[in-house]
C-alpha cells in the first residue's frame, strides 16, 4: 500500500465506499470487508485494524437487533409487523463493511497522502489547506489532550474508578484545562498566519503529481471497473 500513488489510495477507497451503499448482496459486502483488511496487511496495520474492530463489535449487534425487530418503525408511526433477521443480518453485514473500510481508511492514508491526492485531484486550495489543518490541528490536540489527562493522574486525580457522577465530575477537571490549551493552540496558528500574510485568496501554482507508475494504473483502472459493473447490475439491472 506504501507504494501506491495517493490518487490511486482515493480513487480506491471512493470505490469502496461507494460500493458499500450500491451492493446488496451479504457475500460482496463480506469481500469488501475482507479487501479491506487484506489493504491493512499490506499496511502491515492489521493488529490495530482488529482492535479497532473489536471495539464496534457491540455496535454491530445492536444494529442487528434493531434492523431485526424494528425495520418497519417510523418517527411518525409505529407499527409492529414482526421481525425479519435477513434484513437484520444485512443491515449488520454492510455496518461491518462500512466500519471495517473506514478503519482501514484511517490506517492506510496518511493525512499528508489525503492532502497531496486531494490537490493533484485539482481541489481548490481554500478548500485543501482547511481540510490539511484541521487534521494537523486534531492530531495537535489529541497530544495536548493525553499530557492532560497523564498529569492529572499523577497528581492522584481517578478517572476511571467510581460512580458515573463521580467519573463525569472528575473528566469536567480534565475539559476545561483541554479547552482553554486548545484556544490557545488554535490562537497561535492564527497569529502566525497573519506574520507570514497569509491568504487564501492569492493565486497559486498547480500541484503537478509525478506519473503514475504500472501497479498505480492497473489498480485505477480495476477499482473504476468494479464500480462501473456494480452500478450496471444493482442500479440499472443491465447485467
Request: charged share 20%; aromatic share 12%.
Amino acid at each position: 500500500m506504501a507504494l501506491l500513488d495517493p490518487r490511486t489510495k482515493l480513487v480506491l477507497f471512493m470505490v469502496l465506499f461507494a460500493l458499500i451503499f450500491i451492493v446488496k448482496d451479504i457475500t460482496y459486502l463480506l469481500l469488501i470487508s475482507l479487501a479491506a483488511f487484506l489493504i491493512t496487511v499490506s499496511s502491515q496495520s492489521w493488529k490495530r485494524f482488529l482492535r479497532l474492530l473489536a471495539k464496534f463489535s457491540p455496535l454491530i449487534v445492536v444494529a442487528f437487533v434493531i434492523w431485526s425487530l424494528f425495520h418497519r418503525m417510523s418517527l411518525f408511526h409505529v407499527s409492529y409487523m414482526g421481525s425479519d433477521f435477513a434484513i437484520g443480518v444485512f443491515a449488520a453485514t454492510r455496518l461491518f463493511a462500512l466500519i471495517s473500510v473506514s478503519i482501514s481508511f484511517i490506517l492506510c492514508v496518511k493525512p499528508e497522502d489525503l492532502v497531496k491526492g486531494l490537490e493533484y485531484f485539482r481541489i481548490p486550495y481554500s478548500i485543501v489547506f482547511p481540510l490539511a489543518l484541521s487534521l494537523r490541528f486534531v492530531d495537535t490536540l489529541s497530544d495536548e489532550y493525553i499530557s492532560i489527562k497523564e498529569a492529572l493522574m499523577v497528581k492522584g486525580l481517578e478517572l476511571e474508578k467510581g460512580s458515573l457522577l463521580k467519573r463525569i465530575k472528575n473528566y469536567s477537571y480534565l475539559l476545561i484545562p483541554f479547552l482553554i490549551r486548545g484556544i490557545e493552540v488554535a490562537d497561535n496558528i492564527v497569529l502566525a498566519m497573519e506574520l507570514k500574510a497569509f491568504s487564501l485568496r492569492k493565486q497559486r501554482r498547480c500541484c503537478k503529481g509525478k506519473k503514475l507508475s504500472l501497479l498505480d494504473i492497473m489498480m485505477i483502472f480495476v477499482s473504476i471497473i468494479t464500480l462501473l459493473i456494480a452500478i450496471s447490475h444493482y442500479v440499472f439491472g443491465l447485467i
